[in-house]
């Protein structure tokens, strides 16, 4: 038997970006980042009102369409919950479709609220796998909802009918470690993107890749010197650069300066990790170019506040 949510009660989610891949770990490596979307949800007596502040005010939908109810509803089902209403509210600072893990983020606000409102029943393990299935890869969500870093994987099973499994375990940041995300003022579509990327690539790449990713996970948590080394890739990088020439242009740039700068998930964003600041000048140089520079720490998990009605 369902549980009737009560008019009135109230829940409040803030809830991290993230950067995926981290340069060689496609679909698999993601870092929470300090810049965050908040949702405040209120059960009431009937009908859905949806208000978006902030990124994408101006795009988003305020209908049952929005990711953010799609995630509640979701999460309501597989907590065994019933709303006879919603009004949900979203102040984004996340750039929307700009590698900095947006979707994932509202995937894990509405299914973090919808845990929220019935009473906290899904574990940690539940809110990765409902949330990441929006998106068919879990490195962003995983890491809105653990913090830190994550590493992630997807079990596909093996009769082809049922659905992927989502896993993701964290791994402590080193402290010293910061994020600077330099944004295009442009969109980019994640399957656009993918659209690129080569049916097979060579086993001398996939043998770069493999070992970058155990440098980069190394990297993160003790030896961050290594960063550098740790982000390079051959598996989807060098394709995507005739699609985001711009992002090309400024990853080569500052690695030619010594950065650990890579393709921010699907882009545009350029991120660049780093245990000390950018220089000036070359920030001064991408802001000159039309360039957004946010600097960033490493975040924690989402966050959920409920008040009782």
């Given at each position: 038997?369902?549980?009737e949510?009560?008019?009135?009660t109230k829940?409040?989610?803030?809830?991290?970006?993230?950067s995926?891949?981290l340069?060689p770990?496609?679909d698999?490596?993601?870092?929470a980042?300090?810049i965050?979307d908040t949702?405040e949800?209120?059960?009431t007596e009937?009908g859905l009102?949806?208000?978006?502040?902030g990124e994408?005010?101006?795009?988003?939908?305020?209908d049952?369409?929005h990711?953010?109810?799609?995630?509640?509803?979701?999460g309501?089902?597989a907590?065994?919950a019933v709303?006879p209403?919603l009004k949900?509210?979203c102040?984004?600072?996340?750039?929307?479709s700009?590698?900095?893990?947006?979707?994932a983020?509202?995937a894990?606000?509405?299914?973090?609220?919808a845990?929220?409102?019935?009473?906290?029943?899904?574990?940690?393990e539940?809110?990765?796998?409902?949330?990441?299935a929006?998106?068919?890869?879990?490195d962003n969500?995983a890491?809105?909802v653990?913090?830190?870093?994550v590493v992630s994987w997807t079990?596909?099973?093996?009769?082809?009918h049922?659905?992927?499994?989502y896993?993701a375990?964290g791994?402590?940041?080193?402290?010293d470690i910061r994020?600077t995300?330099?944004?295009p003022?442009?969109?980019?579509?994640?399957?656009a993107?993918?659209r690129v990327?080569?049916e097979?690539?060579?086993h001398?790449?996939?043998r770069?890749n493999?070992?970058r990713?155990a440098?980069?996970?190394?990297?993160l948590q003790t030896?961050?010197?290594?960063?550098?080394e740790?982000?390079?890739d051959?598996?989807h990088?060098?394709?995507?650069?005739?699609?985001?020439?711009?992002?090309a242009e400024?990853v080569?740039r500052l690695?030619?300066r010594?950065?650990a700068a890579?393709l921010?998930?699907?882009?545009?964003?350029v991120m660049?990790?780093?245990?000390g600041p950018?220089?000036?000048?070359?920030l001064?140089q991408?802001?000159?170019?039309?360039?957004?520079?946010?600097?960033?720490d490493?975040?924690g998990?989402?966050?959920?506040e409920?008040?009782q009605?």
């Amino acid at each position: 038997m369902s549980i009737e949510l009560i008019p009135g009660t109230k829940v409040t989610v803030t809830v991290p970006g993230s950067s995926a891949n981290l340069g060689p770990g496609f679909d698999t490596l993601g870092l929470a980042l300090g810049i965050y979307d908040t949702v405040e949800v209120e059960i009431t007596e009937s009908g859905l009102e949806v208000e978006v502040f902030g990124e994408g005010a101006d795009d988003l939908p305020k209908d049952s369409s929005h990711l953010v109810v799609k995630a509640i509803r979701t999460g309501l089902h597989a907590a065994n919950a019933v709303a006879p209403g919603l009004k949900v509210t979203c102040t984004n600072t996340i750039p929307q479709s700009r590698g900095l893990g947006s979707s994932a983020a509202a995937a894990v606000a509405g299914v973090s609220a919808a845990n929220g409102l019935a009473g906290a029943p899904l574990g940690v393990e539940e809110i990765v796998q409902l949330s990441s299935a929006f998106e068919g890869h879990p490195d962003n969500a995983a890491a809105s909802v653990l913090g830190d870093a994550v590493v992630s994987w997807t079990e596909i099973p093996v009769d082809g009918h049922s659905q992927p499994t989502y896993k993701a375990v964290g791994i402590p940041v080193h402290a010293d470690i910061r994020a600077t995300a330099l944004v295009p003022n442009f969109h980019a579509s994640t399957n656009a993107v993918r659209r690129v990327l080569p049916e097979q690539v060579t086993h001398q790449d996939a043998r770069f890749n493999v070992s970058r990713v155990a440098v980069m996970t190394v990297a993160l948590q003790t030896h961050p010197e290594l960063l550098q080394e740790g982000t390079r890739d051959r598996l989807h990088q060098p394709y995507r650069s005739d699609v985001l020439p711009v992002t090309a242009e400024w990853v080569n740039r500052l690695r030619n300066r010594g950065y650990a700068a890579y393709l921010s998930g699907a882009g545009p964003t350029v991120m660049v990790l780093s245990t000390g600041p950018v220089d000036d000048n070359i920030l001064d140089q991408a802001r000159a170019d039309g360039l957004r520079v946010i600097d960033l720490d490493v975040a924690g998990p989402v966050t959920v506040e409920v008040s009782q009605a």
